[in-house]
């Protein structure tokens, strides 16, 4: 089994990276292959909103950088994981950059899903979801909002299992790694 | 709350021509300025290129009274670049040492048939202001955006009136510095028709735009399918 982290920290902050090796070392631990990926160290162009990866060439973002990739990498995972600093209740604009390029892999078409309009998934399988937020310090509306994001986007992104937490800078290490465990628990990897 | 003099449109759309997104917040501008508030327009996208170029964009908000930021919803929340934006004006204000406190308004909208997909959008414009001790004066939500796609809303006939309402009374309230009215929410996020002949329409219009575009593959390709599903999917298709 495989697992993707998609990590959203801002160039030359390292706050996220003991999240991102404590979520690699629970994986490894399980037999999982990991691999982290530093957003802040690709270059994606922000997406055009042209939509050329929906009709030009379906389910192909043309854009020159790393996009393409990203993308790629979600398709061919287990797991994919958002690790990011919360930033207004929701995505940093590091791990948003790569995310608004992931419409490459639904389909234009609308359906009706439970009363509401979605797009319909592209390929027979995505990878079970997780997000990983970070706060500096406890605030309950923030986690609020990045939970609501979350439950968004797991209508879009068709996982078979999703999980989210958010971890804040007053956590015990413990405690941190505790949340993280039943995260992934949650998101469906037996540990 | 004081009646603003002075108003920023943020335009959020990565589009090339401003995309729904500037129709809307060009029209609210237009009405604002003719309450005889001074108006000015800067396209995110454009701005955040070079120093520069970002100066541009944070120099005014150091001084403005009343901003409005209007954005498409990707991926169900703000642009990458949109949020770039308002983290470096979070930054900005942080280290100015009297910053003013101007009001803040967004109007969202996505390209699903229902409204209410904007909300996480807009608790996030709300997280904004409250963190940036800005003035928090609400937010529109507008579904089935590609009904307007671009251009002058006073152009596009009787099928956006209810949205020239919403705006109408969104700009008579804003310009006397008082909050967007429930009013005003309600009509904006007013469905332009039934979501079922929405997906119907837009379902039909993607296929048009495929047949004049694509350049060869099919519009439910899965080009990145791992290669061992590569054969089964071959399968389906013969």
């Known amino acids: 089994m495989k697992a993707v982290i998609f990590d959203g920290s801002e160039k030359d902050s390292d706050v996220l990276s003991p999240l991102s090796q404590e979520i690699c070392d629970a994986l490894q631990q399980a037999n999982w292959l990991t691999q982290s990926v530093p957003l802040c160290e690709k270059t994606i162009s922000p997406c055009c909103g042209a939509l050329s990866c929906w009709v030009r060439s379906p389910g192909r973002c043309l854009m020159p950088g790393d996009a393409q990739d990203m993308a790629i990498l979600e398709v061919h995972n287990d797991l994919m994981v958002f690790l990011t600093p919360i930033v207004f209740g929701g995505y940093s604009a590091e791990l948003k950059k790569m995310v608004d390029h992931l419409i490459q892999n639904v389909s234009p078409y609308f359906m009706n899903i439970r009363g509401e309009t979605r797009r319909k998934a592209r390929y027979p399988f995505y990878p079970r979801f997780m997000a990983v937020g970070y706060l500096p310090t406890p605030d309950l509306e923030s986690e609020q909002i990045f939970e609501a994001l979350f439950q968004r986007n797991t209508l879009n992104f068709y996982p078979s299992q999703s999980a989210s937490c958010v971890i804040n800078g007053y956590e015990m290490p413990q405690a941190v790694q505790n949340k993280i465990r039943s995260c992934l628990n949650r998101a469906g990897v037996a540990l | ?238």
């Open chain 2, 1 to 238: 709350m004081s009646a603003p003099k002075t108003a920023l449109l943020l335009n959020g759309s990565p589009k090339p021509d401003g995309g729904t997104s500037l129709s809307l917040g060009s029209y609210l501008l237009e009405r604002l300025e003719e309450k005889g508030l001074t108006t000015q327009k800067i396209r995110i996208n454009s701005a955040l290129v070079t120093p520069e170029t970002t100066y541009k964009l944070l120099e005014p908000v150091k001084t403005v009274d009343l901003i409005i930021l209007a954005f498409p919803l990707y991926v169900d929340s703000l642009p990458a670049q949109t949020t770039r934006a308002l983290q470096l004006i979070a930054r900005q204000r942080a280290l100015q040492p009297n910053p003013t406190k101007p009001q803040f308004a967004a109007i969202a909208n996505c390209g699903y048939a229902e409204a209410g997909n904007n909300r996480v959008a807009l608790m996030i414009c709300q997280r904004f202001a409250k963190e940036t001790a800005m003035e928090w004066m609400g937010g529109l939500a507008l579904g089935m955006g590609e009904m307007i796609a671009g251009g002058r809303l006073q152009q596009k006939g009787g099928l956006v009136r209810h949205v020239i309402q919403a705006l109408d009374l969104c700009a008579e309230r804003l310009a006397q510095g008082l909050p967007i009215p429930q009013e005003s929410v309600e009509l904006m996020a007013r469905p332009f028709m039934p979501a079922w002949f929405y997906r119907m329409l837009g379902n039909r219009l993607w296929m048009q735009r495929y047949g004049r575009e694509n350049q060869g593959d099919k519009i439910d390709a899965r080009p990145y399918l791992p290669e061992n599903e590569t054969s089964s999917q071959d399968d389906d298709n013969s």
